[in-house]
């Protein structure tokens, strides 16, 4: 745990409403922490967080970080976790200019809030900054090659810029910083619209329409639980280490078998059809974990069933609405 030895330590997680914030908030209470969420629900969601309504250990902050002071923080923070993006292509893409803003003068702001309060500094990056032509496995170390004028520039550039600035506020200012780089994590809460291929077996095994395949396959995916990536966050934000530092599954599972998974936990009715491959149908982006492994004693614990029997359970509870 991160605090100062003097109270119940206090927590301030950006983009708190979004899936994984929110999730992160939920381990950070449990933890002993009092959390702050700062968030403008762009994406994010108030259900995400109506279990901690009327918690005095929880306040929501309804703010746009692009224009965020901490005037109106109360007491010290211990941390600030940098969560707050849009982070589905069909959001990011959406307005990108918004999205570079809030990677630039976001990021800009949550660090400048970290400073003021001696805090320690965890940034929510991603797997998007090793580009699309990075190795796999990525390891930390691989430079990355990214195109800024290929259209999605303004994810993954921005989200570089951010490492970038965060490193920078390390050297200038001795901020206490540090950065994951988050591969493809899911679970309950996550988005349905995302464009990921999980969360459209999700959602045809809740509409009872055959899962949708695209030939043949065999392209893979690395599925992180969302339980593991925040103890993932919790630990780098425990330790000393400014990373970056890669947070994800280093299984390359089938998308073939992601579906046999999803229709096995959805019931004998559930249905598999191949249909045409997009495109541009991506491989896996793949960390390479031995750093987190080493310095964290990190590494993902939930199988792939018990992961997806989790989600789909909760997402038949509450309805596909919620994704
Ligand atoms: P999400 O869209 O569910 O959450 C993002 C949150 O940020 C939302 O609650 C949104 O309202 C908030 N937000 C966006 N712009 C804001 C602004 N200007 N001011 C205040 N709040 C703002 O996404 P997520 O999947 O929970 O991702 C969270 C973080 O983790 C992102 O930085 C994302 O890039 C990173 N990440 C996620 C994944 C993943 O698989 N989910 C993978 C890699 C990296």
Redesign the pocket.
């Known amino acids: 745990m991160v605090g100062n030895g003097a109270g119940q330590p206090h927590a301030v997680v ?8 929110s999730h992160l908030c939920d381990a950070l209470i449990a933890s002993g922490y009092r959390v702050t969420c ?7 969601r108030a259900a995400n967080l109506r279990h901690l309504e009327g918690d005095p250990r929880f306040t929501l902050l309804r ?4 224009d ?1 002071g901490d005037a109106d923080l109360a007491g010290p923070v211990d941390v600030v976790y940098h ?6 292509p069909a ?1 990011y893409l959406l307005d990108p200019v918004a999205t570079m803003r ?1 990677a630039s003068t ?1 990021t800009l702001n949550a660090l400048d809030l970290a400073r003021s309060r001696s805090a320690r500094f965890v940034l ?5 900054v090793y580009g699309p032509a990075g190795e796999a496995p990525s390891r930390e170390d691989s430079v990355g090659q990214v195109d800024p004028a290929d259209g999605y520039g303004a994810y993954y550039e921005a ?1 570089r810029f951010a490492e970038a600035l965060t490193t920078a506020y390390r050297a200038t200012y001795d901020l206490r910083t540090a950065i994951a780089r ?5 679970g309950p809460r ?2 349905l619209d995302d464009g990921r291929v999980l969360s459209r077996f999700i959602r045809q095994a809740l509409a009872g329409t055959p899962l949708t395949v695209p030939g043949p396959g065999t392209q893979t995916r690395s599925l992180c639980y969302v339980d593991d990536a925040v103890a993932g966050l919790l630990a780098l934000a425990d330790g000393g280490y400014p990373g970056p530092v890669n947070i994800g599954s280093p299984e390359a599972v089938s998308v073939f078998s992601i579906a046999q998974e999803v229709a096995e936990i959805a019931g004998p009715a559930a249905e598999i059809v191949f249909v045409e491959p997009p495109v541009t149908d991506s491989q896996a982006r793949l960390p390479d974990i031995s750093l987190a492994t080493q310095l964290l004693d990190w590494q993902p614990r939930t199988s792939v069933h018990d992961g997806l029997t989790a989600t789909l359970t909760w997402f038949q509870r509450v309805g596909a609405r919620r994704g």
Not at 38 to 44: A, K, L
Not at 63 to 66: H, N, Q, S, V
Not at 124 to 128: G, K, L, M, P
């Open positions: 950006t983009g708190g409403a979004g899936f994984l914030g700062v968030d403008n629900f762009e994406t994010g703010r746009d970080l692009k965020y969560l707050a993006a849009p982070a589905a959001d809030i976001g929510a990056s991603t797997s998007e989200r988050i591969f493809n994590t899911y996550m988005r």
